[in-house]
């Protein structure tokens, strides 16, 4: 049973275009996050929700938006693609928020050409 | 700027040894700390949490905490080759409990 899902596993795209990024998860969790994990293999946090309410918004472009349509799921879209953007994109789901276990997705490989 | 330093690596220990990880943070009042360990090409996963200051163990893993020194530290004994991965340490570090990474220890466990 997938717990977190994450797609498309690979993204690879022109720089100026818009993607989005899907992810499900299905342990019934209140609380979702968004982190990026750069080359250098820093992961650091972009955005949390709890219940389809934004709580952490980190610094991050506005060309990052996040929406929650319900509880399960937590999408991310960006426009205007730069080349910067290129990294791994990890979604992961707690039951109540911190300091609940936070479960990761299986990511997703940015590539911005 | 808060911030969570480690010890790129890598690492490398024969099968068998202790292998130690460290790790510091900047936030003295953070109070919950974590560590995760990553395969390479996949997702962080949970191996340790700690609150208080001392050792907790959870079979061959002890996490280590000194708040005084902010100062946190992962202990593998018995380390196999499976346990070649990138460790990640993680500290509470916001006004919303998010989690601050390090950038990760390489460990290499060598048969």
């Known amino acids: 049973d997938t717990a977190v899902s994450q797609t498309p596993k690979y993204l690879v795209t022109q720089m100026g275009n818009d993607k989005s990024i899907k992810c499900e998860q299905n342990?019934?969790?209140?609380?979702m996050y968004w982190y990026k994990q750069d080359s250098k293999k820093f992961l650091k946090i972009m955005f949390s929700?709890?219940?389809?309410?934004?709580?952490i918004n980190e610094t991050v472009p506005n060309r990052f938006s996040p929406k929650s349509p319900d509880k399960a799921h937590l999408n991310l879209h960006i426009n205007s693609l730069e080349l910067g953007d290129s990294a791994v994109y990890f979604c992961?789901?707690?039951?109540?928020?911190?300091?609940?276990?936070?479960?990761f997705g299986p990511g997703t490989r940015l590539t911005v050409l | 700027q808060k911030e969570v330093e480690q010890n790129s690596g890598p690492l490398s220990v024969p099968e068998g040894a202790i292998a130690s990880l460290n790790c510091t943070y900047s936030?003295?009042?953070?109070?919950?700390f974590f560590w995760y360990r990553q395969y390479s090409g996949k997702s962080p996963e949970l191996i340790m949490s700690?609150?208080?200051?001392g050792d907790k163990e959870d079979g061959r893993f002890t996490a280590q905490l000194n708040k005084a020194s902010q100062y946190v530290s992962l202990l593998i004994r018995d380390s196999q080759p499976s346990d070649s991965a990138t460790y990640l340490c993680?500290?509470?570090?916001?006004?919303?409990?998010?989690?601050?990474f390090g950038k990760g220890t390489k460990l290499s466990v060598k048969p």
């Open positions: 992961a789901s707690s039951l109540q928020g911190f300091p609940d276990t936070q479960y």
């Open positions: 342990l019934g969790h209140d609380t």
């Open positions: 929700y709890n219940n389809k309410e934004l709580i």
């Open positions: 936030d003295r009042g953070s109070q919950s």
């Open positions: 700690i609150y208080s200051n």
């Open positions: 993680a500290v509470e570090g916001g006004s919303q409990g998010n989690l601050i």
